[in-house]
């Protein structure tokens, strides 16, 4: 029977003697195992863990991209590498970084570039409602009501739409109003 021990943590004398234990009761002989041993397997498991860090860290900036989300990351020099790339991550050029960051930017700038045209048009057909009546169209039949003296009717009906003037009233309510002064130029 071989028994190996590859990993010693820690050089504790009581880890020591329980794996002497250990040993013993299997039968296998530990007179081979000494705490100066261990100390030993300690400083090589920790330089090694040492150079694991180091290998694990960007020595220079770094830039990685994940394929599948199509997300890029940059890092740093010193910052952890090693579990970005476990992730699926793959290093790439600056100049392929740059390329794919300019990519995203225009698909930004057209997406909102679309958002801005289609609440324009929105805006446009939302003023511009399907009952034709412009302001042009109200003034005149105004004008034919304050032609007749009646300045004090037209300003009733403009009190009624909650304004002081003609170009207070919302386009929206343009039928309603017309509606009103004509019947105020008909009542004669």
């Given at each position: 029977?071989?028994?190996?021990?590859?990993?010693?943590?820690?050089?504790?004398?009581?880890?020591?003697?329980?794996?002497?234990a250990?040993?013993?009761?299997?039968?296998?002989?530990?007179?081979?195992?000494?705490?100066?041993?261990?100390?030993?397997?300690?400083?090589?498991?920790?330089?090694?863990?040492?150079?694991?860090?180091?290998?694990?860290?960007?020595?220079?900036?770094t830039?990685?991209?994940?394929?599948?989300?199509?997300?890029?990351?940059v890092?740093?020099?010193?910052?952890?590498?090693?579990?970005?790339?476990?992730?699926?991550?793959?290093?790439?050029?600056?100049?392929?970084?740059?390329?794919?960051?300019?990519?995203?930017?225009?698909?930004?700038?057209?997406?909102?570039?679309?958002?801005?045209?289609?609440?324009?048009?929105?805006?446009?057909?939302?003023?511009?409602?399907?009952?034709?009546?412009?302001?042009?169209?109200?003034?005149?039949?105004?004008?034919?009501?304050?032609?007749?003296g009646?300045?004090?009717?037209?300003?009733?009906?403009?009190?009624?739409?909650?304004?002081?003037?003609?170009?207070?009233?919302?386009?929206?309510k343009?039928?309603?109003?017309?509606?009103?002064?004509?019947?105020?130029?008909?009542?004669?």
């Amino acid at each position: 029977m071989k028994i190996e021990v590859t990993h010693v943590i820690k050089a504790d004398p009581q880890v020591i003697s329980l794996v002497s234990a250990f040993l013993g009761a299997l039968g296998a002989p530990s007179n081979n195992i000494s705490v100066a041993d261990a100390v030993d397997l300690t400083q090589t498991t920790t330089s090694a863990h040492t150079n694991k860090e180091a290998s694990t860290t960007a020595s220079k900036r770094t830039y990685l991209f994940h394929e599948e989300s199509g997300a890029v990351l940059v890092v740093n020099k010193g910052e952890e590498l090693t579990k970005h790339l476990e992730q699926g991550l793959e290093e790439i050029s600056k100049a392929e970084f740059d390329r794919i960051q300019a990519e995203k930017q225009a698909r930004i700038d057209k997406a909102k570039e679309q958002t801005a045209k289609e609440t324009t048009e929105q805006v446009d057909n939302s003023t511009t409602e399907d009952h034709g009546i412009t302001i042009e169209m109200v003034r005149a039949e105004a004008t034919k009501l304050t032609a007749k003296g009646r300045q004090a009717d037209f300003k009733a009906i403009l009190t009624s739409f909650d304004a002081e003037k003609l170009s207070s009233v919302p386009e929206a309510k343009f039928p309603e109003l017309l509606a009103a002064i004509k019947e105020a130029v008909g009542e004669e």
